[in-house]
């Protein structure tokens, strides 16, 4: 089949509500096939079709993974290329995307989690653009909600995003300290139980509103 019918039927997959269905005809390509059109799917303008594009990938890579498990680390090695400042570009959505593939396999995760944990520390690999930064809180939420134990060590360097300006940044922080349930952020998750602020937030497969203050509350228990 001809690479841009691909990129097309991949597209109109991912901008469809029901994302079990997508990720249900996502299945039934080759990975292979799919792994590139998801991947520029990650720049998408809307949305829904990025962060679907997240979850789908999650799936294809980790099934790539047990086809060929050198063949998916290409992929991690090519979104963490993507946020390399050698590669030109910005890298959206792969902080996203590498968290969503970790959850899926767990040797893909052994292998990477660090990486990930890395981009939040001053003395690693930080990113310093707050739209990456944003991605990386998310993605330690969504791969600690699976393997907290991998991702223990981000304790430390997500503390300082609870007292961020950006509104995004604190909830994702948040969100993150969720998974990892330490006893260190108690304190400040307590603190921001009255924040009113609402936030976007891609969880369970959906994209829905939060206040930063419900998400600290639920944090806590």
Known sequence: MAIRLIKQQVLALLRADRLPSALAALG???PRQVVNPL????YHGEPRVRWHAVAALGQVV???ADEDMEAARVVMRRLMWSLNDESGGIGWGAPEAMAEIMA???RLAGEYACILVSYL????NFLEHEGLQQGVLWGLGRLGRVRPDLVAEAVPFIQ???ASAQDVLRGMAVWAAGAL????????LIALRPDPTPILLFDQGRLTEHTIGKLAAAALV
């Open 39 to 42: 991947i520029g799917s990650l």
């Open 62 to 64: 980790a099934r790539l």
């Open 28 to 30: 039934q390509w080759p």
């Open 160 to 162: 300082p995003y609870f």
């Open 121 to 124: 520390n001053p003395d690693g």
């Open 181 to 188: 349930r330490a006893p260190a952020l108690e304190g400040a």
């Open 104 to 106: 899926n396999h767990a």
